[in-house]
């Protein structure tokens, strides 16, 4: 076992793994085997279910001792500007799948990506992370073994066939409705099939709702690469669609049905999938499948309603935003612009009243990690396409002026500057269809989420609102 396996996860706070490398290199390496101790003596079953209902005794007895604990315990203040600022650093979510540290960024279970890179298994030597090692990292807590990740592989392609009335559902919609709209009238066709729907209305007993909660989420990740291709398919290729490949990974098939079978396109579609599957849960499609489902509402219909979520400007509208911003500067200042000349346009368009997309975000304060594994990719893969040298020269001039302006906490990159860029490099053009891969991505997170929601019981979500009149009131008056 690699020793790279093996970073200890740092539940305690951030960047604790980094600081005792750093500071305590003894403590560090004692770590490192004390895991390794405890991996060794894990049970190696590589069925899914079956390890999630072995850990969720433990996990239902800890929330408890924190209810009875720790149940009245204040973990935050809230101000006038959190209330009408989007609820903006307000702790009141419940979320164990993932963390998102100002410094660090995401943490998938404790781990941050370049772990997560390093450990998680791949489909080639070097290679990417495969979406379905992830899954069972967010699932069960635990880095998978190949075994186990190629068990699931073949779960997810024995769940992968669609029922033909989902075809009919999108037929029946005229070919230019965006992408995002057939993604979702899609995972909603789905619904019919629920198998949580249907323990609900037998009289199912909450300790089991997670049960069927996991066949649907599962069935439902499954199936979404081929709900995908099967929209781009029908979009942009006349509706020539290609069936799955019986020996592909989750996320490669994904890119074989669209078109894209050069191994570069492989790579990069399980790169994408791993990287995009979780931001912990205050994101809109995070917490509005979270609060959905807080209703009992299926996964199919609590999913549905994150992805409207996800289609929004604001949020995975935002990848292709970048990539028609870039190509506008492409088409202003050509493909090799200046770095003076490219600093004139960034100025120009804040000027103009507008934002530089792809910059900026609501919680971290550093380059986004999920940037920079997929600069790391192109330069990789694609050291010398120009759009991607366009990108590099961006991340070096917009942060400078973003600074300069002084209204900007974070002028660092996030994960939509780059991506829309990669999938143009492979063929993947059509701006308008990259929310509906950020989407595939994002049940892997939520969905996960979603079956612990169930297994811990947690209740239906209803924070308090209030009017102006008693912000006014609250505060002393006008």
């Known amino acids: 076992m690699m020793l790279s396996l093996l970073v200890p996860k740092a539940r305690a706070g951030a960047g604790l793994a980094s600081r005792?490398?750093?500071?305590?290199?003894?403590?560090?390496?004692?770590?490192?085997?004390?895991?390794?101790?405890?991996?060794?003596k894990r049970t190696l079953s590589t069925d899914l279910r079956s390890v999630v209902a072995e850990k969720i005794p433990a996990q239902q007895e800890r929330l408890k001792e924190i209810k009875k604990t720790h149940g009245n315990k204040v973990i935050g203040d809230v101000t006038v500007n959190m209330c009408i600022g989007g609820m903006r650093g307000i702790n009141g979510m419940l979320w164990e799948t993932s963390l998102l540290d100002p410094e660090d960024g995401i943490r998938f279970r404790g781990y941050t990506i370049p772990e997560c890179q390093a450990a998680l298994p791949s489909a080639i030597p070097g290679g990417e992370p495969l979406p379905e090692g992830m899954l069972w990292l967010l699932m069960t807590g635990e880095m998978p073994t190949q075994e186990q990740v190629a068990q699931v592989s073949l779960d997810l392609?024995?769940?992968?066939?669609?029922?033909?009335?989902?075809?009919?559902?999108?037929?029946?919609?005229?070919?230019?409705?965006?992408?995002?709209?057939?993604?979702?009238?899609?995972?909603?066709?789905?619904?019919?099939?629920?198998?949580?729907?249907?323990?609900?209305?037998?009289?199912?007993?909450?300790s089991e709702y997670w049960k069927p909660y996991f066949e649907d989420s599962m069935d439902l990740i499954a199936k979404l690469p081929a709900i995908a291709s099967l929209i781009y398919r029908r979009t942009y290729h006349g509706g020539n669609l290609i069936e799955a490949h019986p020996e592909l990974d989750w996320a490669a098939n994904l890119s074989h049905m669209m078109g894209f079978d050069s191994e570069g396109a492989l790579e990069l579609m399980r790169l994408?999938?791993?990287?995009?599957?979780?931001?912990?849960?205050?994101?809109?499609?995070?917490?509005?499948?979270?609060?959905?489902?807080?209703?009992?509402s299926d996964p199919y219909l609590s999913f549905a309603a994150g992805m409207t979520g996800l289609a929004g400007?604001?949020?995975?509208?935002?990848?292709?935003?970048?990539?028609?911003?870039?190509?506008?500067?492409?088409?202003?200042?050509?493909?090799?612009?200046?770095?003076?000349?490219?600093?004139?346009?960034?100025?120009?368009?804040?000027?103009?009243?507008?934002?530089?997309?792809?910059?900026?975000?609501?919680?971290?304060?550093?380059?986004?990690?999920?940037?920079?594994?997929?600069?790391?990719?192109?330069?990789?893969h694609l050291p010398d396409d120009p759009m991607f040298k366009l990108v590099s020269l961006l991340y070096e001039v917009v942060p400078a002026v973003l600074k300069e302006t002084g209204k900007v906490k974070n002028p660092w990159p996030n994960v939509d500057a780059h991506s829309g860029v990669l999938l143009q490099h492979y063929g993947v053009s059509e701006a308008n269809f990259y929310t509906v891969l950020f989407g595939v991505s994002r049940c892997l997170g939520v969905l996960s989420q979603g079956v612990w929601d169930r297994a811990l019981g947690l209740p239906i979500e209803r924070p308090k609102s209030l009017t102006m009149s008693v912000l006014e009131e609250l505060c002393g008056g006008k």
């Open 157 to 206: 392609r024995k769940r992968s066939a669609l029922p033909p009335h989902v075809a009919q559902v999108l037929a029946a919609m005229p070919a230019d409705t965006h992408p995002m709209t057939q993604f979702t009238q899609a995972v909603l066709a789905l619904q019919t099939n629920s198998e949580f729907a249907a323990a609900y209305k037998s009289g199912i007993h909450k």
């Open 272 to 296: 994408y999938q791993t990287i995009h599957s979780d931001h912990e849960g205050g994101n809109v499609s995070a917490h509005t499948t979270h609060l959905v489902g807080s209703a009992l």
């Open 20 to 40: 005792l490398a750093r500071t305590a290199p003894a403590l560090w390496q004692a770590a490192q085997w004390s895991q390794l101790a405890q991996q060794q």
């Open 313 to 380: 400007p604001l949020h995975g509208l935002a990848n292709q935003e970048v990539l028609l911003w870039i190509n506008n500067v492409r088409e202003v200042l050509g493909e090799q612009p200046t770095k003076e000349a490219l600093t004139d346009f960034v100025w120009d368009t804040l000027k103009n009243g507008k934002v530089v997309p792809g910059y900026g975000h609501a919680v971290l304060r550093l380059t986004d990690p999920r940037y920079t594994c997929q600069r790391e990719f192109a330069l990789k």
